[in-house]
């Protein structure tokens, strides 16, 4: 089974500054979607970004980009411009596909915490 | 536009209650997932299906069930609920499973159930 790990379990930013929240999957696939969600205090899972294995380009959205290194197995989150509202915890997810089905498979998760 | 539909959004029951959850999918949407978040946990699959029929199955006791009906709302039932059934559940809908294609999950607002 694929897991995702993310080492950070609180990050911390000054409003309008970067930061940059780390995420580590494993998996003997080769093409494969990864994600980063975003849970406010309402507890909604948001979708941030959305990034797909075999597009070496990373995904941006808005201030929201990714450093992805297939490689290393790496994929990280960075967030520019930090403003109140981002502060929430984000799960990075792996899509895992087994036969005809498949599901997601988080990552412990990083609490982000944006001070004024 | 419309999303994803979860009945009730706040549960309590006692122990060894059963418990009935609901989602009601985005229109045109053939696929349903089961998530449970404990507190201060990432989700964790439970099960999907996909045009009525299981795809997946995932860490759900034995104690749960689920279905997928014909106008593709589904259901999880929990049985004998116990306190560390106490979570958020979420609901998510996608159209279609198919490895080759992207089909993102839409996630529900979520059920929280407390078990006392």
């Known amino acids: 089974a694929q897991t995702v790990t993310q080492s950070q379990p609180e990050m911390s930013v000054q409003e309008a500054e970067t930061v940059t929240l780390s995420c580590t999957y494993d998996?003997?696939?080769?093409?494969?979607?990864l994600f980063w969600y975003k849970q406010p205090p309402s507890r909604q899972m948001i979708l941030v970004i959305r990034?797909?294995?075999?597009?070496?380009q990373n995904a941006t959205e808005n201030r929201f980009s990714v450093n992805f290194q297939k490689a290393a197995k790496s994929f990280s989150l960075k967030i520019s411009d930090s403003q109140l509202g981002d502060a929430a915890m984000y799960f990075c997810?792996?899509?895992?596909?087994?036969?005809?089905?498949?599901?997601?498979?988080f990552g412990k998760g990083t609490k982000l915490t944006v001070n004024p | 536009a419309a999303g994803v539909i979860q009945s009730p959004r706040h549960l309590i029951k006692e122990k060894r209650e059963t418990a009935t959850l609901k989602c009601y999918p985005i229109p045109r949407h053939d696929t349903v997932y089961w998530y449970q978040q404990g507190p201060g946990q990432d989700p964790q699959f439970l099960i999907s299906?996909?045009?009525?029929?299981?795809?997946d199955k995932g860490s759900i006791p034995d104690r749960f069930s689920a279905q997928q009906f014909s106008d593709y709302h589904s259901e999880l039932n929990m049985s004998s609920l116990e306190l560390g059934d106490s979570a958020l559940y979420f609901c998510a809908s996608s159209r279609g499973t198919m490895k080759s294609s992207y089909n993102e999950q839409f996630f529900g607002p979520g059920t929280r159930l407390t078990v006392l």
């Open positions: 990034q797909e294995a075999y597009k070496q």
């Open positions: 299906f996909y045009e009525k029929m299981q795809s």
């Open positions: 998996t003997s696939e080769s093409d494969y979607y």
């Open positions: 997810a792996y899509r895992e596909v087994l036969g005809g089905s498949e599901k997601l498979v």
